[in-house]
Structure formats: structure tokens, C-alpha cells
């Protein structure tokens, strides 16, 4: 089973650059697709970022296209979200979550996969 724990968030000003990680343990990511989800105070959870780990396609949802870069270090187990010119928006909880049978495409829908593994969260604020 796949366990993952996220890091980096914190408070930062707009225009700010932040880099979260999520690092797995209790088995790799091999064949696996990552993925960062958020959730705003009183909003749903969104689909931001995933990368497939065999063929390394990335999708990016439009509210964080150009500002924001997924990636995945197999070796260390451990995915990687470059968030830059940070704004007030983008105040959340960000999750990483993983799955064996995620079909990851640059359109993909992410709230129709299904991501096995969850981690606990790092809240991201962003003071104006």
C-alpha cells in the first residue's frame, strides 16, 4: 500500500513562488500516476496537476496552466509541485494522491480517476 505525506506549504505573499513535495513510502511509484488536488474553504475539491510516471504526460487544469509545474523524482519516491506567481486563489489544502489506473492525458478529467492513495494535506495561504 502506498503511503503519502505532503510538505511545503506555507504562508507566502502573492506573486510568490512555493514548492510543494509528496513523498511516497511502502512502495514506488512505478507505473503509477500522480496527481495534486486542492480545496478552498467552502469550495469542492479540484484536480490541478498530474504526471504519469512510465511516459511522464503532464496535466495542468487552466486555473494553474503556466503558473505551475508538476514533477516526479522515481529515485527519491517522491512528486513535486512548482507553483509560481502565487495569488490569492490559490489559498487551499493541496493533496497528492496516487493510482495504479489513473490514464493520465493532457484534457484528462481528474475527478473521474481513480486515485487509490491520499495524502493528509499542507495548507498553502497567500496574503495579498
Known amino acids: 500500500q502506498l503511503q503519502l505525506v505532503e510538505s511545503g506549504g506555507s504562508l507566502v505573499q502573492a506573486g510568490g513562488s512555493l514548492r510543494l513535495s509528496c513523498a511516497a513510502s511502502g512502495a514506488s511509484f512505478n507505473l503509477y500516476a500522480v496527481g495534486w488536488f486542492r480545496q478552498a474553504p467552502g469550495k469542492e475539491r479540484e484536480g490541478i496537476a498530474c504526471?504519469?510516471?512510465?511516459?511522464?504526460?503532464?496535466y495542468y487544469s487552466d486555473s494553474v496552466k503556466g503558473r505551475v509545474a508538476i514533477s516526479l523524482d522515481s529515485a527519491k519516491k517522491t512528486a513535486y509541485l512548482q507553483m509560481m506567481d502565487l495569488n490569492e486563489d490559490d489559498t487551499a489544502v493541496y493533496y497528492c494522491?496516487?493510482?495504479?489506473?489513473?490514464?493520465?492525458?493532457?484534457?484528462?478529467?481528474?475527478?473521474?480517476?481513480?486515485?487509490?492513495?491520499w495524502g493528509q494535506g499542507t495548507r498553502v495561504t497567500v496574503s495579498s
Open positions: 494522491a496516487a493510482g495504479k489506473w489513473v490514464y493520465v492525458t493532457p484534457w484528462m478529467d481528474m475527478g473521474s480517476q481513480s486515485f487509490d492513495s
Open positions: 504526471i504519469s510516471e512510465d511516459d511522464r504526460v503532464a
